[in-house]
């Protein structure tokens, strides 16, 4: 286990302004989740708010961004019938413009489908293989252990049991809790290849990331591959991510990709924003603050721009069965930074920065 020297009281105390700030509306760039917000300035709930403001694993919302989406007119792809094959069509060219990562054989595969966000991709991956027993690591995303469990399909963590064939495995890569590549990961590949076991492969962080990843997309038991546009710009509520296949899918969502029946708006902000930003845009602008804000309080660096790994400012009296959002959820000492990005202005005027 690593060992931080995290300036437990800094973090705590420019939590609470932020949160604070948050309430007031006097945030640099607003715009969180419902839930995010605290519903007004009163102690509990800004008290509720600063425990999970380091939490999420949301974009970043770059001010740029969001000046150039305002400025947009999205409701013209509502008129064009091809945008969202024009968004699928432009995709894979726009992520091998990357140049912090290295996905070999990335060409393999060839049947590209936006997603109403990774959720409806995993949901259909759970559907078609509802009889399997699917496999995580500890730490990965914690919304895949809520829905099994609620719904009762098989699962078990990875390093709980062995790999068997009848099992089906997912993983984010760079990995969800650690911000880089998991330190078994190739010993997975290495399994699941020799035990006919499917491995779904989860790219949500790879536009944020700069030498994590470097995987032959080769391997049999790699088939599917998603990616998200929601944790790389602040379109979290526009539900955009993309699957991709080596051999064509015959699901629910890919019926209606073929039906054209999926959301315009969402492809078409997507497109727009492929068209103005490369997919390395918020590594190059926010590598010299992660530095910053992980040399400030304490933080070790991930290889993802805007998480850094320190000591869980929250852990006092805390439990599993209290963890934030979710039991499952494990990554209380990742901090998304993103917030101290986006209110530089803010933390400048107060001293804090």
């Not at 805390?318 to 530089?344: A, D, K």
Request: charged share 20%; hydrophobic share 35%.
């Amino acid at each position: 286990m690593q060992n931080f020297k995290t300036d437990v009281d800094k973090v705590r105390t420019i939590a609470w302004v932020l949160a604070k700030a948050g309430a007031d509306h006097v945030l640099d760039a607003p715009g969180e989740y419902v839930w995010a917000v605290p519903q007004d300035s009163k102690f509990e709930s800004v008290r509720s708010r600063s425990h999970s403001i380091f939490s999420s694993g949301n974009s970043i919302k770059d001010t740029d961004v969001i000046e150039y989406i305002q400025g947009l007119n999205l409701s013209r792809h509502l008129l064009d019938p091809w945008t969202v094959q024009q968004f699928e069509d432009q995709f894979p060219s726009w992520v091998m413009q990357g140049t912090g990562f290295k996905l070999h054989n990335f060409d393999q595969f060839k049947y590209v489908g936006f997603s109403a966000g990774t959720q409806e991709s995993f949901i259909n991956f759970y559907l078609f293989n509802k009889n399997k027993r699917f496999r995580v690591f500890r730490g990965d995303y914690w919304w895949h252990m809520d829905i099994w469990t609620s719904v009762n399909i098989n699962w078990a963590y990875i390093e709980d049991d062995d790999l068997a064939p009848g099992d089906i495995c997912i993983c984010s890569y760079p990995f969800a809790l650690t911000g880089d590549k998991h330190e078994n990961f190739d010993w997975l590949v290495d399994q699941c290849n020799r035990k006919n076991i499917e491995l779904l492969m989860d790219f949500i962080y790879l536009p944020n990331s700069n030498g994590a990843v470097d995987i032959d997309l080769s391997a049999d038991c790699i088939k599917q591959i998603l990616f998200s546009f929601s944790k790389t710009f602040p379109v979290q509520s526009a539900k955009v991510a993309v699957r991709m296949c080596k051999t064509k899918p015959n699901d629910p969502m890919q019926i209606s990709n073929d039906e054209n029946i999926c959301n315009r708006l969402s492809a078409g902000l997507a497109l727009d924003i492929m068209k103005q930003f490369p997919i390395d845009y918020n590594v190059k602008k926010y590598y010299v603050e992660q530095q910053h804000w992980c040399a400030k309080l304490g933080l070790t660096q991930t290889k993802v721009v805007h998480f850094g790994l320190g000591t869980d400012y929250t852990n006092v009296g805390r439990s599993e069965s209290t963890s934030w959002i979710s039991p499952f959820n494990r990554q209380h000492n990742r901090y998304n930074l993103g917030i101290l990005f986006e209110n530089q202005n803010l933390l400048k005027k107060l001293q804090l920065y």
